[in-house]
């Protein structure tokens, strides 16, 4: 039976799109060479990045323009969304539907310094329901 076709990111696509979010266009010379020159990434064949980048389109998150002889892609969908998606995509898959198992799991797992503790309390308080608010 054939796999199932995700519409979320694998870590190999998501270096990629950081490449497109970061330069917002680039041919596929241009995102091998960023991903060599990235300190964690390691060099790829140019036919894997033309392969990812045209799986990347078949899923949306990208769109080719050709430009002479090269094709030339840029990001459709933003990294803030791509980020909701993947985020909805765990709370659904790991914590039940729950964003509130998702928020306990990180406060009791996670070491949070006191800025960003002040930072979740300030949303907390922003986020309140009116009748709640004192």
């Not at 490449?19 to 680039?26: C, E, G, H, I, N």
């Not at 990235?38 to 949306?60: C, N």
Request: overall charge positive; proline content about 4%; hydrophobic content about 40%.
């Amino acid at each position: 039976m054939p796999r199932k076709k995700s519409s979320n990111l694998t870590d190999l696509e998501l270096r990629l799109m950081n490449v497109l979010w970061t330069q917002k266009r680039a041919t596929v010379a241009e995102v091998s060479g960023a991903l060599a020159d990235a300190p964690s990434g390691r060099a790829l064949a140019y036919t894997t990045v033309l392969t990812m980048l045209r799986i990347l389109e078949r899923k949306g998150y990208l769109r080719h323009k050709q430009e002479g002889r090269a094709f030339v892609y840029e990001p459709v969908v933003p990294r803030e969304a791509a980020c909701r998606n993947e985020v909805a995509n765990m709370v659904r898959r790991f914590f039940n539907n729950s964003p509130e198992l998702l928020v306990l799991n990180i406060l009791e797992q996670e070491k949070i310094d006191a800025k960003e503790l002040q930072r979740i309390r300030r949303l907390i308080l922003e986020n309140k329901p009116k009748e709640e608010k004192t």
